[in-house]
């Protein structure tokens, strides 16, 4: 089991368990946060943006080019910005902390 702890922007903890392979995305949402995901993975929406906390953002495979470029459009943005749907959580990640954006709730185009 891999244990992951979700920051929501009002400063909350939620704590949740995730098997290898599954992707950041889906065990924030199956936990209830604000992440829409609205392209599913495609890296097309940047709903899915969180922020790592800096211990834990060195541990992530790097962000490819293209997610960076979208990470970049995500309000709220910061150095340790990743989209949820490109982390393929694993044993080495247990215990990962990630951050909510406040700005989740404005970005959703509606
Ligand atoms: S779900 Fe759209 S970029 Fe991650």
Same mark, same amino acid.
């Given at each position: 089991?891999?244990?992951?702890?979700?920051? /929501?922007?009002?400063?909350?903890? +939620?704590?949740?368990?995730?098997?290898?392979?599954?992707?950041?995305?889906? !065990?924030?949402?199956?936990?209830?946060?604000?992440?829409?995901?609205?392209?599913?993975?495609?890296?097309?929406?940047?709903?899915?943006?969180?922020? !790592? /906390? =800096?211990?834990?953002?060195?541990?992530?495979?790097?962000?490819?080019?293209?997610? =960076?470029?979208? +990470?970049?459009?995500? /309000?709220?943005?910061?150095?340790?910005?990743?989209?949820?749907?490109? +982390?393929?959580?694993?044993?080495?990640?247990?215990?990962? !902390? !990630?951050?909510?954006?406040? =700005?989740?709730?404005?970005?959703?185009?509606?």
């Amino acid at each position: 089991m891999i244990r992951v702890h979700f920051i /929501a922007a009002n400063g909350t903890e +939620i704590a949740t368990e995730a098997a290898a392979g599954q992707s950041l995305l889906d !065990v924030g949402q199956a936990a209830g946060l604000p992440l829409e995901g609205t392209c599913e993975g495609q890296m097309a929406c940047s709903t899915c943006h969180v922020i !790592v /906390a =800096e211990d834990w953002f060195a541990k992530l495979s790097r962000a490819s080019e293209d997610e =960076e470029d979208m +990470i970049d459009l995500a /309000a709220g943005a910061t150095r340790h910005s990743r989209l949820a749907c490109q +982390i393929s959580l694993d044993d080495s990640l247990d215990g990962l !902390v !990630v951050h909510i954006p406040s =700005e989740a709730h404005n970005m959703q185009g509606r």
